[in-house]
């Protein structure tokens, strides 16, 4: 009940605020602009994780003042509330700085370290990895591998965030697989927060279908990175039987495979790796001739298909 509460309470405030935030950013000109390798004809204001994430504090709120633990059940998971919404508030400071007043890549990388740093700080670490030949403990490098994960799925999502509602579309279809395997071990104090996530995500896409109204920026796209990152790793690391650590990876596959191949792409041309370009998927996908709508349909429809796929992988496994 207070999971489908958060979500009903995120996506109604993310409807109600998200125009809001719209109206705001065209009388600050807060607008990104058209050209390059971006595919909106004219300037769209680009404030919108802003409003995702106002939706999402204040539910979150709400589910904590009904939860004070947000849900935690004795040991059955520990609570790892507390350092995701600290890595979040951290990244949502650099989002905004970047939206607002432009940072440079490598300042931006550092922000996103000192996020996943300091959610791992409080205790959410990929400690182990679960699979069939049991537990295997990371010892001392449980901490760069969770900063690697944590800072790759940011950083995948941000480039995935190259077509109208898609990045929205492809978190939530990880977001729900996620939120459905931790729901099948009992209450989990994370579902409320992926409960805000998604209602959040949800009521600001549909301002931001193709053409979209507004975009959700580096804003949206670092805070929705986190989030699933985040919860990927509770997942991993939590419960009666933890997932393998490929489950997560299936269903993010979309914008893992997508960041992956922007590297050996850049790498093969010798360009910089943190330059962007119109060479992913999703830009592919216009070249032949696809509308912007139909290729955004297609990409969350093979997520969608992956999210499946990482149900049973995890139902197997």
Not at 123 to 141: K, R
Request: net charge neutral; aromatic share 4%.
């Amino acid at each position: 009940m207070l999971t489908a509460l958060t979500f009903a309470t995120a996506l109604v405030l993310g409807l109600v605020v998200t125009p809001i935030v719209r109206g705001v950013a065209h009388r600050l000109h807060m607008l990104d602009q058209p050209g390059g390798r971006k595919v909106h004809q004219v300037p769209v204001p680009r404030l919108g994780g802003v409003a995702m994430v106002l939706a999402f504090a204040v539910a979150v709120g709400l589910a904590t003042l009904v939860s004070p633990d947000l849900g935690a059940v004795g040991g059955l998971r520990p609570n790892r509330a507390p350092a995701i919404l600290a890595g979040a508030s951290l990244i949502l400071l650099v989002g905004v700085v970047d939206d607002v007043r432009g940072m440079r890549a490598r300042v931006k990388l550092v922000g996103q370290i000192g996020a996943a740093l300091v959610a791992a700080g409080l205790g959410l670490t990929i400690e182990q990895l679960h699979g069939p030949w049991g537990a295997f403990d990371l010892g001392g490098f449980a901490v760069p591998v969770t900063v690697a994960w944590v800072v790759g799925v940011m950083n995948a999502v941000n480039l995935i965030d190259g077509l109208d509602g898609l990045a929205s579309a492809v978190v939530l279809t990880a977001l729900g697989t996620l939120g459905l395997l931790a729901a099948a071990d009992g209450v989990d104090p994370t579902l409320p927060i992926i409960a805000a996530t998604g209602g959040a995500a949800a009521g600001f896409l549909a301002y931001n279908l193709p053409p979209a109204t507004i975009i959700m920026g580096d804003t949206g796209s670092m805070f929705l990175g986190f989030i699933v990152a985040a919860v990927g790793i509770s997942l991993t690391q939590d419960g009666i039987f933890p997932q393998p650590p490929w489950v997560p990876i299936i269903a993010l596959g979309i914008p893992i495979l997508d960041t992956i191949w922007a590297v050996i792409r850049r790498t093969a041309a010798g360009e910089p790796l943190f330059v962007a370009d119109s060479g992913h998927i999703h830009h592919q996908l216009l070249r032949i001739g696809l509308s912007q709508r139909d290729a955004m349909l297609i990409l969350t429809a093979a997520s969608a298909a992956l999210a499946v796929l990482a149900v049973l992988v995890a139902r197997i496994g």
